[in-house]
Protein backbone atom coordinates (compact mmCIF):
# COMPACT_ATOMS: atom_id res chain seq x y z
CA UNK A 1 0.00 0.00 0.00
CA UNK A 2 0.82 3.59 -0.86
CA UNK A 3 2.72 5.84 1.81
CA UNK A 4 0.85 8.87 2.85
CA UNK A 5 1.04 11.82 5.42
CA UNK A 6 -1.56 12.89 6.98
CA UNK A 7 -2.19 16.97 6.74
CA UNK A 8 -5.34 16.95 8.84
CA UNK A 9 -7.87 15.28 10.74
CA UNK A 10 -11.25 15.15 11.45
CA UNK A 11 -13.90 13.03 13.86
CA UNK A 12 -17.44 12.31 12.59
CA UNK A 13 -18.37 10.68 15.13
CA UNK A 14 -20.54 12.89 17.17
CA UNK A 15 -23.14 13.25 14.03
CA UNK A 16 -25.07 11.51 12.56
CA UNK A 17 -26.33 10.92 8.72
CA UNK A 18 -26.67 12.95 6.65
CA UNK A 19 -24.64 15.12 8.88
CA UNK A 20 -21.95 12.65 8.48
CA UNK A 21 -20.70 13.67 4.95
CA UNK A 22 -21.52 17.35 5.35
CA UNK A 23 -18.70 17.19 8.02
CA UNK A 24 -16.18 15.63 6.30
CA UNK A 25 -17.09 17.60 3.29
CA UNK A 26 -16.39 20.72 5.13
CA UNK A 27 -13.27 19.40 6.38
CA UNK A 28 -12.01 18.34 2.85
CA UNK A 29 -12.76 21.89 1.71
CA UNK A 30 -10.34 23.47 4.08
CA UNK A 31 -7.24 21.18 2.71
CA UNK A 32 -5.49 22.26 -0.65
CA UNK A 33 -5.27 19.44 -3.46
CA UNK A 34 -3.03 16.45 -3.05
CA UNK A 35 -3.29 17.25 0.87
CA UNK A 36 -4.54 14.13 2.87
CA UNK A 37 -7.49 14.21 5.40
CA UNK A 38 -8.28 11.29 8.05
CA UNK A 39 -11.65 10.82 9.16
CA UNK A 40 -12.31 9.27 12.45
CA UNK A 41 -16.00 7.68 11.74
CA UNK A 42 -18.41 4.87 13.45
CA UNK A 43 -18.88 1.76 12.29
CA UNK A 44 -22.29 1.05 9.83
CA UNK A 45 -23.86 4.05 7.59
CA UNK A 46 -20.88 6.22 7.78
CA UNK A 47 -18.39 3.43 6.56
CA UNK A 48 -21.03 2.47 4.23
CA UNK A 49 -21.44 5.84 2.57
CA UNK A 50 -18.60 8.37 3.26
CA UNK A 51 -15.96 6.66 1.03
CA UNK A 52 -18.24 6.72 -2.01
CA UNK A 53 -19.59 9.38 -1.19
CA UNK A 54 -15.68 11.23 -0.89
CA UNK A 55 -15.04 9.62 -4.35
CA UNK A 56 -18.33 11.10 -5.74
CA UNK A 57 -17.10 14.76 -4.78
CA UNK A 58 -13.74 13.94 -6.80
CA UNK A 59 -11.49 13.04 -3.70
CA UNK A 60 -9.34 10.23 -4.05
CA UNK A 61 -9.70 7.46 -0.70
CA UNK A 62 -6.21 5.93 0.17
CA UNK A 63 -7.14 3.66 2.72
CA UNK A 64 -9.75 2.79 5.72
CA UNK A 65 -8.13 1.62 8.99
CA UNK A 66 -10.11 -0.05 11.18
CA UNK A 67 -9.21 0.98 15.28
CA UNK A 68 -9.73 -1.66 17.87
CA UNK A 69 -12.71 -0.05 19.82
CA UNK A 70 -14.63 -0.79 16.31
CA UNK A 71 -14.00 3.08 14.73
CA UNK A 72 -12.60 3.63 11.66
CA UNK A 73 -10.14 5.77 9.55
CA UNK A 74 -10.60 6.60 6.18
CA UNK A 75 -7.84 8.35 4.48
CA UNK A 76 -8.50 10.77 1.99
CA UNK A 77 -6.53 12.54 -0.99
CA UNK A 78 -8.51 15.87 -1.91
CA UNK A 79 -8.88 15.81 -5.62
CA UNK A 80 -8.08 18.93 -8.18
CA UNK A 81 -11.18 21.26 -8.27
CA UNK B 1 -82.20 -7.08 -7.27
CA UNK B 2 -80.00 -9.84 -5.84
CA UNK B 3 -76.92 -8.39 -5.28
CA UNK B 4 -73.80 -10.22 -6.48
CA UNK B 5 -71.69 -9.76 -3.38
CA UNK B 6 -68.97 -12.26 -4.91
CA UNK B 7 -69.05 -10.48 -7.95
CA UNK B 8 -68.47 -7.22 -6.08
CA UNK B 9 -65.67 -8.71 -4.16
CA UNK B 10 -63.92 -9.67 -7.12
CA UNK B 11 -64.20 -5.91 -9.05
CA UNK B 12 -62.73 -4.44 -5.23
CA UNK B 13 -65.86 -3.51 -3.25
CA UNK B 14 -65.80 -4.59 -0.06
CA UNK B 15 -68.99 -5.26 1.93
CA UNK B 16 -68.43 -3.44 5.21
CA UNK B 17 -70.50 -4.45 8.58
CA UNK B 18 -73.10 -1.60 7.72
CA UNK B 19 -75.74 -1.94 5.41
CA UNK B 20 -75.10 -0.89 1.94
CA UNK B 21 -71.88 0.17 2.29
CA UNK B 22 -68.59 -1.16 0.41
CA UNK B 23 -65.06 0.04 1.14
CA UNK B 24 -63.67 0.64 -2.66
CA UNK B 25 -60.29 -1.11 -3.24
CA UNK B 26 -58.35 0.61 -5.82
CA UNK B 27 -55.51 -1.17 -7.85
CA UNK B 28 -52.35 -0.12 -6.82
CA UNK B 29 -49.12 -1.36 -8.47
CA UNK B 30 -46.11 -0.89 -6.07
CA UNK B 31 -47.33 1.83 -3.93
CA UNK B 32 -47.21 4.28 -6.79
CA UNK B 33 -49.89 6.49 -7.45
CA UNK B 34 -49.65 9.88 -9.13
CA UNK B 35 -51.03 13.41 -8.08
CA UNK B 36 -54.09 13.37 -10.91
CA UNK B 37 -54.93 10.10 -9.02
CA UNK B 38 -54.88 11.11 -5.53
CA UNK B 39 -56.77 14.03 -6.67
CA UNK B 40 -59.63 11.84 -7.99
CA UNK B 41 -59.21 9.25 -4.70
CA UNK B 42 -59.65 12.78 -2.61
CA UNK B 43 -62.68 14.22 -4.20
CA UNK B 44 -64.25 10.30 -4.62
CA UNK B 45 -63.69 10.24 -1.19
CA UNK B 46 -65.49 13.55 -0.46
CA UNK B 47 -68.30 12.85 -2.65
CA UNK B 48 -68.76 9.24 -2.49
CA UNK B 49 -67.38 7.81 0.82
CA UNK B 50 -67.08 9.66 4.16
CA UNK B 51 -63.82 11.97 3.04
CA UNK B 52 -61.15 9.59 4.32
CA UNK B 53 -59.47 6.64 2.47
CA UNK B 54 -57.60 3.63 4.29
CA UNK B 55 -54.07 2.69 3.38
CA UNK B 56 -53.89 -1.12 3.41
CA UNK B 57 -51.53 -3.18 4.34
CA UNK B 58 -50.16 -3.98 1.28
CA UNK B 59 -49.69 -0.93 -0.36
CA UNK B 60 -53.55 -0.55 -1.64
CA UNK B 61 -55.82 2.78 -1.14
CA UNK B 62 -59.44 1.73 -0.23
CA UNK B 63 -62.61 4.60 0.66
CA UNK B 64 -64.96 3.00 2.61
CA UNK B 65 -68.58 3.92 2.95
CA UNK B 66 -69.22 3.94 -1.07
CA UNK B 67 -73.23 3.65 -1.63
CA UNK B 68 -74.50 0.20 -3.38
CA UNK B 69 -76.20 2.99 -5.20
CA UNK B 70 -73.71 4.96 -5.82
CA UNK B 71 -71.18 1.87 -7.54
CA UNK B 72 -71.53 3.12 -11.08
CA UNK B 73 -70.89 6.10 -10.95
CA UNK B 74 -68.24 6.07 -8.25
CA UNK B 75 -66.13 3.69 -11.52
CA UNK B 76 -67.00 6.56 -13.74
CA UNK B 77 -65.17 9.82 -11.84
CA UNK B 78 -62.24 7.50 -10.74
CA UNK B 79 -61.69 6.54 -14.35
CA UNK B 80 -61.42 10.33 -15.41
CA UNK B 81 -58.21 10.40 -12.97
CA UNK B 82 -56.91 6.93 -14.41
CA UNK B 83 -57.83 5.01 -11.54
CA UNK B 84 -59.64 1.48 -11.54
CA UNK B 85 -61.34 -0.78 -8.72
CA UNK B 86 -58.52 -3.15 -7.32
CA UNK B 87 -59.42 -6.97 -6.87
CA UNK B 88 -60.06 -9.17 -4.03
CA UNK B 89 -61.07 -13.02 -3.55
CA UNK B 90 -59.27 -15.74 -5.23
CA UNK B 91 -57.08 -14.34 -7.74
CA UNK B 92 -53.58 -12.42 -7.93
CA UNK B 93 -53.57 -9.36 -5.80
CA UNK B 94 -52.30 -6.47 -5.76
CA UNK B 95 -48.07 -6.34 -6.97
CA UNK B 96 -45.99 -4.55 -4.16
CA UNK B 97 -42.65 -3.00 -4.53
CA UNK B 98 -39.94 -0.64 -3.15
CA UNK B 99 -38.82 2.10 -4.45
CA UNK B 100 -35.91 0.13 -5.63
CA UNK B 101 -32.58 1.47 -7.38
CA UNK B 102 -34.54 3.89 -9.65
CA UNK B 103 -34.60 5.80 -6.12
CA UNK B 104 -33.01 4.26 -3.40
CA UNK B 105 -29.52 3.99 -2.82
CA UNK B 106 -29.14 0.21 -1.78
CA UNK B 107 -31.51 -1.13 -4.62
CA UNK B 108 -30.24 -3.36 -6.37
CA UNK B 109 -33.21 -3.74 -9.22
CA UNK B 110 -35.68 -1.69 -10.60
CA UNK B 111 -38.45 -2.83 -8.64
CA UNK B 112 -41.31 -0.82 -9.62
CA UNK B 113 -40.67 -1.55 -13.64
CA UNK B 114 -40.52 -5.51 -12.61
CA UNK B 115 -44.07 -4.69 -10.33
CA UNK B 116 -45.64 -3.28 -13.27
CA UNK B 117 -44.59 -6.13 -15.77
CA UNK B 118 -45.79 -8.79 -12.93
CA UNK B 119 -49.28 -6.72 -12.51
CA UNK B 120 -49.31 -6.66 -16.58
CA UNK B 121 -48.90 -10.33 -16.58
CA UNK B 122 -50.67 -11.98 -13.33
CA UNK B 123 -52.97 -9.05 -11.73
CA UNK B 124 -56.76 -11.07 -11.30
CA UNK B 125 -55.73 -13.53 -12.37
CA UNK B 126 -58.20 -16.23 -10.90
CA UNK B 127 -56.45 -18.87 -9.20
CA UNK B 128 -57.49 -21.36 -6.61
CA UNK B 129 -56.92 -18.96 -3.34
CA UNK B 130 -55.45 -15.59 -2.99
CA UNK B 131 -51.67 -15.03 -4.27
CA UNK B 132 -49.28 -12.08 -3.61
CA UNK B 133 -46.39 -11.13 -5.05
CA UNK B 134 -43.87 -8.28 -3.92
CA UNK B 135 -40.71 -7.06 -4.80
CA UNK B 136 -38.36 -5.88 -2.55
CA UNK B 137 -34.79 -4.04 -4.16
CA UNK B 138 -32.01 -5.84 -1.82
CA UNK B 139 -31.31 -7.32 1.64
CA UNK B 140 -32.77 -4.99 3.55
CA UNK B 141 -36.18 -6.18 2.51
CA UNK B 142 -38.51 -3.29 3.50
CA UNK B 143 -40.78 -4.71 1.04
CA UNK B 144 -40.47 -8.30 3.32
CA UNK B 145 -40.18 -10.49 0.13
CA UNK B 146 -40.49 -13.68 2.05
CA UNK B 147 -44.74 -12.91 3.69
CA UNK B 148 -45.36 -13.20 -0.01
CA UNK B 149 -46.51 -16.08 -2.03
CA UNK B 150 -43.55 -15.45 -4.66
CA UNK B 151 -41.05 -12.93 -3.06
CA UNK B 152 -38.63 -11.58 -5.41
CA UNK B 153 -35.38 -10.00 -3.53
CA UNK B 154 -32.58 -8.32 -5.83
CA UNK B 155 -29.25 -8.76 -5.48
CA UNK B 156 -25.68 -8.36 -6.90
CA UNK B 157 -23.21 -10.96 -7.89
CA UNK B 158 -20.05 -9.35 -7.84
CA UNK B 159 -16.40 -9.91 -9.30
CA UNK B 160 -13.77 -8.22 -7.96
CA UNK B 161 -11.36 -6.43 -10.99
CA UNK B 162 -7.68 -6.39 -9.35
CA UNK B 163 -6.37 -4.20 -11.23
CA UNK B 164 -9.09 -0.97 -10.06
CA UNK B 165 -8.69 -2.23 -6.57
CA UNK B 166 -6.49 0.02 -4.48
CA UNK B 167 -6.83 -2.48 -1.34
CA UNK B 168 -8.52 0.41 0.90
CA UNK B 169 -10.17 -2.53 2.61
CA UNK B 170 -13.45 -0.38 2.62
CA UNK B 171 -15.24 -3.65 1.48
CA UNK B 172 -13.79 -5.82 3.56
CA UNK B 173 -14.72 -4.03 6.85
CA UNK B 174 -18.58 -3.01 5.45
CA UNK B 175 -19.28 -6.73 4.39
CA UNK B 176 -21.81 -7.96 6.52
CA UNK B 177 -21.57 -11.93 5.86
CA UNK B 178 -18.03 -11.93 5.97
CA UNK B 179 -17.33 -12.95 2.68
CA UNK B 180 -14.29 -10.81 1.47
CA UNK B 181 -10.77 -10.78 2.62
CA UNK B 182 -7.68 -9.67 2.01
CA UNK B 183 -4.28 -12.18 1.58
CA UNK B 184 -1.57 -9.71 1.15
CA UNK B 185 -2.67 -7.83 -1.80
CA UNK B 186 -5.48 -10.15 -3.13
CA UNK B 187 -8.88 -9.87 -2.35
CA UNK B 188 -10.32 -13.62 -1.77
CA UNK B 189 -14.53 -13.65 -2.43
CA UNK B 190 -15.96 -16.26 -0.47
CA UNK B 191 -19.03 -17.07 -2.78
CA UNK B 192 -20.65 -19.23 0.14
CA UNK B 193 -20.88 -16.39 2.22
CA UNK B 194 -22.04 -13.60 -0.37
CA UNK B 195 -25.40 -12.75 0.10
CA UNK B 196 -25.76 -10.67 -2.96
CA UNK B 197 -26.46 -7.27 -0.55
CA UNK B 198 -23.93 -5.10 -2.73
CA UNK B 199 -22.86 -2.97 -0.26
CA UNK B 200 -19.40 -4.06 -1.33
CA UNK B 201 -19.63 -2.78 -4.96
CA UNK B 202 -22.20 0.43 -3.78
CA UNK B 203 -19.09 1.79 -1.14
CA UNK B 204 -16.51 0.55 -3.43
CA UNK B 205 -14.20 3.91 -3.98
CA UNK B 206 -12.97 3.03 -6.85
CA UNK B 207 -15.55 0.76 -9.05
CA UNK B 208 -13.25 -2.55 -8.76
CA UNK B 209 -16.37 -4.45 -9.04
CA UNK B 210 -18.21 -6.17 -11.80
CA UNK B 211 -21.69 -6.23 -11.26
CA UNK B 212 -24.31 -8.75 -11.81
CA UNK B 213 -27.73 -7.50 -11.12
CA UNK B 214 -30.22 -10.73 -10.10
CA UNK B 215 -33.34 -11.88 -8.65
CA UNK B 216 -33.68 -13.86 -5.72
CA UNK B 217 -37.21 -15.69 -5.46
CA UNK B 218 -38.96 -16.90 -2.35
CA UNK B 219 -42.05 -19.62 -2.53
CA UNK B 220 -44.93 -19.80 -0.20
CA UNK B 221 -44.17 -17.45 2.05
CA UNK B 222 -47.85 -16.61 4.87
CA UNK B 223 -48.33 -14.15 6.66
CA UNK B 224 -51.96 -14.03 8.05
CA UNK B 225 -53.14 -16.97 10.19
CA UNK B 226 -50.22 -19.19 10.20
CA UNK B 227 -47.03 -17.92 9.65
CA UNK B 228 -44.51 -19.41 6.88
CA UNK B 229 -40.95 -17.58 5.99
CA UNK B 230 -41.21 -17.92 1.97
CA UNK B 231 -38.31 -20.41 0.72
CA UNK B 232 -35.54 -19.77 -1.55
CA UNK B 233 -34.83 -23.05 -3.60
CA UNK B 234 -33.16 -22.05 -6.71
CA UNK B 235 -29.95 -19.74 -6.84
CA UNK B 236 -30.01 -15.83 -8.12
CA UNK B 237 -31.86 -15.41 -11.31
CA UNK B 238 -30.20 -12.77 -13.76
CA UNK B 239 -32.26 -12.45 -16.77
CA UNK B 240 -36.06 -12.00 -17.25
CA UNK B 241 -36.62 -14.85 -19.45
CA UNK B 242 -35.49 -16.82 -16.64
CA UNK B 243 -37.36 -15.43 -14.00
CA UNK B 244 -40.52 -15.05 -16.11
CA UNK B 245 -40.24 -18.69 -16.38
CA UNK B 246 -39.92 -20.18 -13.25
CA UNK B 247 -42.41 -17.79 -12.19
CA UNK B 248 -44.91 -18.97 -14.77
CA UNK B 249 -44.35 -22.62 -13.89
CA UNK B 250 -44.79 -21.56 -9.68
CA UNK B 251 -48.42 -19.99 -10.41
CA UNK B 252 -49.33 -22.93 -12.89
CA UNK B 253 -48.67 -25.68 -10.02
CA UNK B 254 -50.66 -23.39 -7.78
CA UNK B 255 -53.08 -23.17 -10.39
CA UNK B 256 -53.28 -27.13 -11.47
CA UNK B 257 -52.89 -28.74 -7.74
CA UNK B 258 -54.21 -26.45 -5.11
CA UNK B 259 -57.52 -27.11 -3.87
CA UNK B 260 -60.19 -24.12 -3.79
CA UNK B 261 -59.25 -21.84 -0.88
CA UNK B 262 -55.87 -23.24 -0.38
CA UNK B 263 -52.72 -21.00 0.07
CA UNK B 264 -49.53 -21.84 -2.25
CA UNK B 265 -47.76 -22.74 1.02
CA UNK B 266 -50.26 -25.44 1.99
CA UNK B 267 -50.38 -26.85 -1.69
CA UNK B 268 -46.43 -27.36 -1.89
CA UNK B 269 -46.74 -28.77 1.35
CA UNK B 270 -49.64 -31.36 0.73
CA UNK B 271 -47.95 -32.57 -3.08
CA UNK B 272 -44.40 -32.51 -0.90
CA UNK B 273 -41.58 -30.43 -1.17
CA UNK B 274 -39.36 -32.68 -3.04
CA UNK B 275 -42.09 -32.52 -6.09
CA UNK B 276 -42.19 -29.10 -6.38
CA UNK B 277 -38.71 -28.42 -5.31
CA UNK B 278 -37.73 -30.99 -8.58
CA UNK B 279 -40.32 -28.49 -11.18
CA UNK B 280 -38.77 -25.08 -10.16
CA UNK B 281 -35.26 -26.09 -10.61
CA UNK B 282 -36.21 -27.99 -13.99
CA UNK B 283 -37.60 -24.88 -15.00
CA UNK B 284 -35.00 -22.63 -13.87
CA UNK B 285 -32.78 -25.24 -15.66
CA UNK B 286 -35.06 -24.39 -18.61
Known sequence: MADYNIDEYTDITDVVCPVTFVKAKVAIEELEPGQVLSIHMNAGEPVQNVPRSMKEEGHKVLKLNKN?????????????E | MDVDYALLKKGGFMRQKQKNCFSLRLKVVGGHLDAKQLSVIAEVAEKYGEGYVHLTSRQGVEIPFIKL???????????????EPGVCGPRVRTVTACQGKAICPSGCIDTYALAQELSERFFAKDLPHKFKFGVTGCQNNCLKAEENDIGIKGGIEVKWIEDKCIRCGVCENICRTKAISFEGERLILDESKCNCCGRCTKACPSDAWENNEGYILSFGGLFGNRIHKGEEIIPIIHDKKTLFRVIDTAVAFFGEYAKPGERFRFTIERIGEDIFRKIIEEAYNG
Do not use: P, Q, S
Open chain 1, 68 to 80: DDGTYDLIVEKGD
Open chain 2, 69 to 83: DDIDDVKTALAKGDC
